[in-house]
């Protein structure tokens, strides 16, 4: 199953998933037990290609984590920050409230009313992303 790609604005976006109908449960039997949805930040893609090195690092374990057959999470959504030049506009819509994204690649995770992240070198460190996760 293919992550998610977003293109709602920022507001929207964190509407979206403070929602309490937009979580999914761990447990079914406990409607108060919400399984953490993931947004994952990455540099925007040119002729099918990213402009930061990182992110072109982070992709296949992102396909591995998110989409992979084993152990893969579920809940997530890609958002694209921009072209170089968009992403490093002080004013870009990202950097602002209420995500304030500093870098990419940056992966948010979002548990009821706490919101936690993994940015840059941890995210490609893979050791640091499957503790984040969760997953063996």
Same mark, same amino acid.
Not at 48 to 73: H, K, M
Not at 87 to 101: A, L, S, V
Not at 117 to 134: I, P, Q, S, T
């Given at each position: 199953?293919?992550?998610?790609?977003?293109?709602?604005?920022?507001?929207?976006?964190?509407?979206? *998933?403070?929602?309490?109908?937009?979580?999914?449960?761990? @447990? #079914? $039997?406990?409607?108060?037990?919400?399984? =953490?949805? %993931? +947004?994952?930040?990455?540099?925007?893609?040119?002729?099918?290609?990213?402009?930061?090195?990182?992110?072109?690092?982070?992709?296949?374990?992102?396909?591995?984590?998110?989409?992979?057959?084993?152990?893969?999470?579920?809940?997530?959504?890609? *958002?694209?920050?921009?072209?170089?030049?968009?992403?490093? @506009? #002080? $004013?870009?819509?990202?950097?602002?409230? =209420?995500? %304030? +994204?500093?870098?990419?690649?940056?992966?948010?995770?979002?548990?009821?009313?706490?919101?936690?992240?993994?940015?840059?070198?941890?995210?490609?460190?893979?050791?640091?992303?499957?503790?984040?996760?969760?997953?063996?």
């Amino acid at each position: 199953m293919p992550i998610e790609i977003s293109t709602a604005s920022p507001s929207s976006l964190a509407s979206a *998933i403070r929602s309490p109908s937009s979580l999914e449960n761990t @447990d #079914p $039997t406990d409607p108060t037990d919400p399984q =953490p949805q %993931y +947004i994952i930040f990455l540099a925007s893609l040119l002729n099918r290609t990213s402009w930061c090195p990182d992110c072109r690092v982070v992709e296949p374990l992102i396909d591995r984590y998110f989409q992979g057959n084993g152990e893969a999470v579920r809940n997530a959504r890609v *958002i694209y920050v921009g072209d170089r030049a968009t992403w490093k @506009d #002080p $004013t870009n819509k990202w950097r602002q409230e =209420p995500f %304030y +994204i500093s870098g990419v690649p940056t992966i948010l995770k979002v548990v009821g009313e706490k919101w936690e992240r993994l940015y840059d070198d941890d995210v490609v460190n893979e050791a640091k992303l499957k503790a984040f996760l969760g997953v063996n």
